[in-house]
């Protein structure tokens, strides 16, 4: 299935001032919010908050656990939520999606489960410097602990890779290239599909960071090519709690189990045990089954409305703020100039004032962004900062906020400018 | 929370720039906002003659160390000691007493904000280590 057919952007425009309605976060104070935090988490719309509480009000079971009707449809539940989530990033099957507790707890079943039990000295790993620490930090243990390198792919001036200075990057010793789709920090949408072909020529497996790309613009696995993928679902609508790690076949049944303990062996000995089939062998302990049902309502939401439609409509809030912030005096914004390359995140500084500030007076003035590294260190040092500002859009947004950030950064100015 | 004393302080710093006269300079920072600071401390017989500090960081660690530097010069070592736990304290217990120097009354804003409140204590923590370092 390509793209197009997964996505399709429909030829009416669609009515994003109906869509924001089913946020009830943004009805629900008496104060206006304008959010703008979204690359941290997302809003939930109704659908996910009803099938949450629907699922603790009349759903509520053990998964695989119970022989009885409602732990029987409790365990169907979860699977269709597993087929949901694999249509979503059109994976061929869902024994490739393994839930997980977050984007996060998934790089570190890949850092410990299958990194860690085949690199040798000698190996080498790399990132990119706009990694957010979790997928960074993992992959340095287990390069210390395996005696590996861990390179990383510098950036030019203006954020985007630097693959032509990462010499090695497809050579002999490379194990694993682990990469984010799309930058927390600069909003740059990184040319994953080309980096996953030049690898495969070489056999080298990728793992995909899509925790910030995966609500907001086409994700395709079979289309990508990629051997890892994980997500988050607080990100995309869905509830804390939850993400996965999409892993092809072959990589999978290299990959031990994180976390030991009930459902995910067959047979216990005291000399040794038959781990269980994949996926429950990586799903140790009871399921998060609310978590699950409510990850697959927010998949089926954002496909109903169209991650082409989402992308553009972003990219738009995003174009309009880049150009309101460029005019403001002092005001930096971090990454490429044009918008070509850009979600909908926007770091930015102002000259003389601190991004924890500019973050707390906007916050006085109802609008929520977010201020500091972004668990992006390596990142800060090639920006040569120490912190940005960001604001970052998502389709419930609109120009009303766009309008409120500018306000609250002008009132920043006049608080604590020269 | 940005209340006109704190603002005088961030706008004019007190006893802000060069550290080189200093018996004692010590460096405070917070690597998660990048926060940094020195302060430096010259006593005269028990007694502390200038407190001085320099460094980048947010509004409220600028102005907390300014108002830092004014209200303990002139203190004995011990009594700049004293302060310095008062504000600790001040800042770790939502029901515990202002300090008894009224003119740290313009921080409490910040202990509404639980999230600044490293950047407030992070130049009392260096005057701290500058007061071990004598």
């Given at each position: 299935m390509t793209h197009e057919a997964l996505n399709p952007i429909p030829a009416e425009k669609p009515d994003f001032d109906a869509i924001r309605k089913d946020f009830p976060i943004f009805t629900s104070g008496a104060e206006p919010l304008h959010y703008l935090d979204s690359a941290a988490t997302s809003q939930k719309p109704h659908c996910v908050i009803d099938a949450i509480a629907d699922c603790y009000r009349s759903q509520y079971g053990p998964v695989h656990r119970g022989l009885y009707p409602l732990a029987e449809a409790a365990s169907e539940a979860y699977e269709k939520a597993r087929r949901t989530l694999a249509d979503f990033i059109n994976a061929p099957s869902p024994e490739e999606i393994i839930f997980t507790r977050s984007a996060t707890e998934a790089i570190n079943l890949v850092a410990c489960g299958w990194a860690g039990q085949r690199l040798v000295a000698g190996d080498e790993m790399w990132v990119s410097q706009m990694e957010h620490h979790s997928n960074y930090l993992p992959w340095q243990r287990v390069c210390r602990d395996r005696g590996a390198s861990l390179r990383v792919i510098p950036l030019d001036s203006s954020g985007q890779l630097n693959l032509d200075g990462a010499?090695?990057?497809?050579?002999?010793?490379?194990r694993l290239i682990a990469i984010t789709?799309?930058?927390?920090?600069?909003?740059i949408i990184n040319p994953v599909e080309k980096l996953i072909e030049l690898a495969a020529q070489k056999s080298i497996p990728v793992l995909i960071d899509?925790?910030?790309s995966a609500g907001h613009i086409p994700v395709d696995v079979q289309a990508l090519n990629c051997d890892f993928l994980v997500a988050s679902a607080h990100k995309m609508c869905g509830p804390g709690g939850i993400g996965f790690l999409f892993a092809k076949m072959e990589s999978r049944q290299q990959t031990e189990p994180l976390l030991l303990g009930?459902?995910?062996?067959d047979q216990v000995q005291s000399g040794t045990s038959l781990w269980t089939d994949i996926p429950a062998r990586f799903e140790a302990g009871s399921p998060n089954l609310a978590g699950a049902l409510g990850f697959a309502v927010a998949a089926n939401y954002i496909q109903q409305i169209g991650r082409g439609r989402i992308m553009k409509r972003e990219h738009e809030l995003a174009d309009t703020a880049f150009e309101v912030l460029s005019g403001i005096d002092g005001l930096s914004i971090y990454g490429p100039d044009s918008s070509q390359h850009r979600s909908g995140i926007l770091s930015f500084n102002i000259d003389g004032i601190h991004s924890h500030d500019v973050a707390q007076i906007a916050g006085e003035q109802g609008v929520a962004i977010r201020a500091g590294h972004h668990c992006c260190q390596p990142l800060m040092q090639h920006l040569n900062t120490s912190s940005t500002a960001r604001a970052s859009f998502s389709f419930y947004n609109n120009e009303e906020d766009i309008a409120a950030l500018a306000s609250a950064i002008h009132e920043t100015i006049k608080i604590l400018g020269p | 929370m940005y209340k006109t004393v704190l603002l005088d302080h961030f706008h004019?710093?007190?006893?802000?720039?060069?550290?080189?006269?200093?018996d004692s300079v010590k460096r405070g920072s917070n690597p998660r906002c990048g926060d940094e600071i020195e302060v430096g401390i010259r006593t005269d017989d028990e007694v502390l003659e200038s407190v001085r500090f320099r460094g980048r960081g947010c509004s409220i660690c600028l102005a907390s160390a300014s108002i830092m530097s004014e209200c303990t010069q002139g203190l004995t070592i011990q009594r700049a000691r004293h302060l310095v736990r008062e504000m600790v304290k001040w800042f770790d217990g939502t029901d515990s007493e202002a300090p008894s120097d009224t003119t740290l009354a313009a921080l409490g804003a910040v202990r509404q904000h639980p999230a600044r409140k490293k950047c407030v204590l992070l130049p009392w923590m260096a005057l701290d280590d500058s007061l071990d370092g004598k």
């Open positions: 010499t090695g990057l497809f050579g002999k010793n490379t789709h799309l930058s927390n920090v600069l909003g899509a925790a910030q009930g459902g995910m062996v | 004019n710093p007190r006893n802000k720039g060069e550290l080189d006269a200093m």
